[in-house]
């Protein structure tokens, strides 16, 4: 008995790893759980786009579909791939702190993409996909845009669209 008790007092005291600990919103219940935004319940769409000098810069919202609010923190993974879904890049660079928030339903959360158009003497070639996973997520969402297929995209993380910017 006294093994068993000690067993289950080292359990319960270990920590909670980062992924495993339930996320508590301001005016949750302490009964409900946040969960993580997952493709089933995000919708991907093109908001802005800029030109510059050999780079574009493009703002991309994910809106969350679904009936209750969901936790995102972090950074989406993004891949460049061609007609056959192939990924063609998945170097990223990552710009500034990502920071937790709650995505509420309809709500839209934002990050930038910065990709290389050439390297000064030659234009890259293009691929017609983006594939945008959720952080911690696996599977992706797929966007139709034409973009040059850069050695590295640059990313920013997540953030809540307090403008109502998103498209």
């Known amino acids: 008995m006294r093994s068993i008790v000690l067993a289950l007092l080292t359990v319960a005291l270990l920590p909670l790893s980062a992924e495993a ?10 009964t409900q759980v946040l969960r993580p935004c997952t493709t089933p319940t995000l919708r991907a769409s093109l908001v802005s786009e800029e030109g510059a000098t050999l780079h574009r810069e493009l703002t991309i919202a994910l809106t969350n579909t679904g009936e209750r609010g969901c936790a995102i923190d972090g950074y989406p993974a993004v891949r460049l791939l061609d007609a056959a879904k192939n990924v063609q890049i998945s170097a990223e660079s990552f710009a500034s702190a990502p920071r937790f928030f709650v995505l509420n339903p309809g ?3 934002l990050f930038g993409l910065r990709v290389a158009t ?5 234009q890259y070639r293009t691929v017609p996909l983006l594939a945008i996973v959720p952080p ?3 599977a992706p969402l797929y966007l139709t845009l034409t973009l040059p297929a850069a050695p590295m995209i640059e990313v920013t993380p997540l953030a809540p669209d307090t403008k109502g910017t998103g498209g």
Request: aromatic share 4%; proline share 10%; no cysteine.
């Open 118 to 122: 050439g390297d000064g003497t030659a």
């Open 21 to 30: 600990a339930p996320r508590y919103a301001p005016g949750m219940r302490s």
């Open 107 to 109: 709500a839209k959360a």
């Open 136 to 138: 911690g997520d696996v």
